[in-house]
Nanobody
Framework: VQLQASGGGLGEAGGSLRLSCAVS????????LGWYRQAPGKQRELVATITSGDSIVYADSVKGRFTISRDNAKKTVSLQMNGLKLEDTAVYYC???????????YGQGTQVTVSS
């Protein structure tokens, strides 16, 4: 399984950025795609996940600001980030987990930096 993230970069507080991730390889049609992030000096934390049945979970810190979506035909997952805050600065990782496995795969990470 390979995950290739794109997007991110530098954004302003109150502004927007969009992340996308393409998933390839031997993947199950029943799966959970998601985004995690890791800020300097902190542990990796969940941002949002979406199942193949479109069930969504958001971290409390991003609810109402971030929107996760997926395109099953293209095997992609995206994260629309609006209302950016300084504390959203982190490396963002897309993730894949099969419904039939406990192993989670991560992409290479993409830097998001929010400036005031």
């Amino acid at each position: 399984v390979q995950l290739q993230a794109s997007g991110g970069g530098l954004g302003e507080a109150g502004g927007s950025l969009r992340l996308s991730c393409a998933v390839s390889g031997s993947i199950s049609s029943i799966n959970i795609l998601g985004w995690y992030r890791q800020a300097p000096g902190k542990q990796r934390e969940l941002v949002a996940t979406i199942t193949s049945g479109d069930s969504i979970v958001y971290a409390d810190s991003v609810k109402g600001r971030f929107t996760i979506s997926r395109d099953n035909a293209k095997k992609t997952v995206s994260l629309q980030m609006n209302g950016l805050k300084l504390e959203d600065t982190a490396v963002y990782y897309c993730s894949y987990r099969s419904h039939y496995s406990s192993r989670t795969y991560y992409g290479q990470g993409t830097q998001v930096t929010v400036s005031s």
